[in-house]
C-alpha cells in the first residue's frame, strides 16, 4: 500500500516505469492523476507541472502520442476544476460555515473577489502548485457565475497543460534540460506568470 501512495505521488520518478509496464493505459493513469490533481482540494500534493513536462518528453521519444497526451489532459485539468467548483459550491459552504473553519465574512470577500478578479485568478492560478487545487473550490464557494467560471478554466486548462507538455516534447530531450529539470520548470512557471508581475506593477504604479 505505501508503494502504491509513494508510486502515484511520485509518478514524475516513475513514469517511465508506468509507460513500459502499461502501455496505452497510461493515459488513463495520467488523466485520473491530473483530475485529482485539480479536482479534489485536498490532494494538492499530486505531481502537477513536473509530470505535465516529464510526459512531453517521453512523447517526443515515440512514447506518447503528444496531441492525444494534450487533449486528454487538458480534458482532465478542464473537468477537474470543474468537480472542484461543484464541491465547493454545493458542499463547501455548509460544511465550512457549520464547522466554523469558515467565516462569513471571508465568503462575502471571496465572492467580491471572483466577481472583480475571478477570470485572472482561475486562470493564473493552473501555474502555482497547491493554489490551483484551491483556486477552483473558494470559486464555488464565492458562487462565481458557472458559465465564466467555465470558459476561463477551459482557457486556464488548456494553456497550463499545452504549455508543460509541448516544453517537455520540444525541450525535454536536451541533455542540459534534464540535468536541470526542476530549474528548468522553474523557468517555465515565471514565464508563466509574468503577466501576474505586470498586473502587480501596474496596480502598483495606479495608487502612487
Given at each position: ?51 505535465l513536462f516529464l510526459a512531453g518528453t517521453f512523447a517526443s521519444s515515440g512514447a506518447l502520442n503528444v496531441l492525444e ?77 458557472y458559465p465564466r467560471f467555465l470558459g476561463f478554466n477551459a482557457i486556464g486548462g488548456i494553456l497550463w497543460v499545452g ?46
Amino acid at each position: 500500500m505505501v508503494d502504491i501512495i509513494d508510486l502515484v505521488i511520485h509518478l514524475d520518478k516513475y513514469l517511465g516505469v508506468l509507460i513500459a509496464t502499461f502501455g496505452p493505459w497510461s493515459y488513463l493513469v495520467l488523466f485520473l492523476v491530473i483530475f485529482c490533481e485539480t479536482g479534489l482540494v485536498f490532494l494538492p500534493f499530486l505531481p502537477g507541472d513536473s509530470l505535465l513536462f516529464l510526459a512531453g518528453t517521453f512523447a517526443s521519444s515515440g512514447a506518447l502520442n503528444v496531441l492525444e497526451l494534450f487533449v486528454i489532459l487538458s480534458f482532465a485539468a478542464i473537468l477537474g476544476d470543474s468537480v472542484n467548483y461543484a464541491f465547493g459550491k454545493f458542499v463547501g459552504e455548509k460544511v465550512f460555515l457549520k464547522k466554523g473553519l469558515l467565516k462569513k465574512e471571508y465568503l462575502d470577500k471571496a465572492k467580491e473577489f471572483y466577481e472583480k478578479h475571478g477570470g485572472k485568478a482561475i486562470i493564473l492560478a493552473r501555474f502555482i502548485p497547491i493554489i490551483r487545487s484551491i483556486a477552483p473550490f473558494v470559486a464555488g464557494v464565492g458562487k462565481m457565475d458557472y458559465p465564466r467560471f467555465l470558459g476561463f478554466n477551459a482557457i486556464g486548462g488548456i494553456l497550463w497543460v499545452g504549455i508543460f507538455v509541448f516544453s517537455g516534447y520540444f525541450f525535454g530531450s536536451i541533455p542540459i534540460i534534464q540535468e536541470n529539470l526542476t530549474l528548468f520548470l522553474f523557468l517555465v512557471i515565471v514565464v508563466s506568470l509574468s503577466p501576474v508581475f505586470f498586473e502587480v506593477i501596474k496596480y502598483k504604479l495606479k495608487r502612487c
